[in-house]
């Protein structure tokens, strides 16, 4: 597994941004870590940098959010259209999850689909397009991330 060091805020936008570039559509991006580590913040660089237009929250309470992506975005694989976001904090059990309609953003492949927590949806391992990043605190502002991107 590639470990990487953000060493600021900067880095992880910059580093959310060389993401977004990689992008194609259909993948899924599962966010591991700790409260604060990074995850919320990452997605909100991800989603502006796709091109998402408006502020990004983490819908912790509404379980999933979903933006909608401008045509010919600069830097953007062309046919990219959505940017799915699902925080899965609160979740008790991963079927709730299923329950709102996420497979429907799993099998697009104009979507982009990112889910926080997504260490408590254990079978997002099996799409495919399933990439995880797990965050870790490192000395200060640095953060340690994990990938298999």
């Known amino acids: 597994m590639k470990s990487i060091t953000i060493k600021n805020l900067a ?25 604060g580590a990074g995850k919320t913040t990452f997605t909100q660089a991800l989603a ?5 237009g408006r502020e990004v929250k983490s819908p912790t309470f509404t379980l999933m959010q979903v933006y909608d992506l401008p045509e010919d975005w600069p830097g953007r694989a062309p046919g990219l259209a959505t940017l799915c976001h699902v925080d899965a904090y609160r ?9 709102i309609g996420i497979e429907d ?3 697009d492949p104009h979507c982009v689909t990112v889910v926080e927590w997504a260490d408590r949806v254990p079978s997002l391992h099996r799409w495919p397009g399933y ?19």
């Open 11 to 35: 880095g992880l936008r910059a580093f959310a941004e060389k993401t977004a570039h990689s992008l194609k559509g259909g993948e899924t991006i599962g966010l591991v870590g700790d409260l």
């Open 105 to 107: 953003f799993l099998r």
């Open 91 to 99: 979740l008790e059990d991963e079927s709730e999850i299923y329950g």
């Open 131 to 149: 990439r995880e990043l797990t965050f870790r605190f490192g000395k200060g502002e640095e953060r340690k991330i994990e990938n298999g991107i």
């Open 48 to 52: 502006a940098a796709l091109g998402a």
